[in-house]
């Protein structure tokens, strides 16, 4: 994924001349292999997160709720990607993760509602959706990597209700807290990212206006 979207650009082409490019052939190996584990681990744990069956028989409720929670968690770390890019000065690339948590939010609508939704393809297309949004972010604009590295692995912070004795509790109570678990770390990435927007906003001199955070908030909107 990482190799598709970064074809052609300054990291792995000469653009402006023989050898201008960002990072040598050893360099870009390296980096896309870090990037594939990366996705990879990630993708998988999200997927068994999803199917881990409790003690005893799992019923159909609780497997759809471990769904659902696992996709709202994608939404939730979607939506504040597309923000935070918005808010690092790449108002477009963040736009781009609007038909993404559009996608996410209509299964779990589907998923609400009881209807049969392949959920391990659904987490799939969230986990590389989000991979493919906050790789654009960091490498075309100017997302910070802890940012990048924060939002990608929130969803991760679910596993956290399968502690022992956290295990225990209801299903449902469970779901709810792997959401707020993903929406801490995006809430801070997002805090951090509006600090720094208004930071720049504030050292700006005279000249042609800037976008404001008003105005990025305002395109999130449409």
Not at 21 to 36: D, F, K, N
Request: glycine fraction near 12%; include cysteine; charged fraction near 10%.
């Amino acid at each position: 994924m990482a190799r598709v979207l970064l074809h052609n650009s300054i990291y792995l082409a000469d653009l402006a001349g023989p050898g201008t490019r960002e990072w040598t052939p050893a360099q870009s190996g390296m980096i896309m292999t870090s990037l594939a584990v990366v996705l990879a681990g990630t993708w998988m744990a999200l997927a068994a997160l999803a199917g881990k069956t409790s003690t005893g028989a799992q019923s159909g409720n609780e497997t759809r709720a471990r769904g659902m929670a696992v996709v709202v968690s994608l939404i939730v770390a979607a939506s504040g990607a597309g923000v935070t890019i918005m808010l690092s000065g790449y108002s477009s690339g963040g736009q781009m993760g609007l038909p993404l948590t559009a996608a996410l939010t209509g299964t779990a609508a589907c998923l609400l509602v009881r209807v049969s939704v392949p959920i391990q393809g659904v987490i799939g297309l969230g986990v590389v959706g989000l991979f493919s949004l906050l790789l654009i972010g960091r490498f075309f604009g100017e997302l910070a990597m802890s940012h990048a590295v924060l939002l990608f692995l929130a969803p991760l912070l679910g596993w956290l209700t399968e502690l022992p004795y956290i295990r225990q509790i209801r299903y449902a109570a469970r779901g709810i807290a792997r959401v707020l678990l993903t929406a801490a770390p995006v809430a801070v990435s997002l805090f951090l990212a509006q600090q720094r927007f208004a930071e720049e906003s504030s050292r700006t001199g005279p000249g042609p206006r800037e976008p404001s955070i008003e105005d990025y908030m305002k395109v999130s909107d449409l």
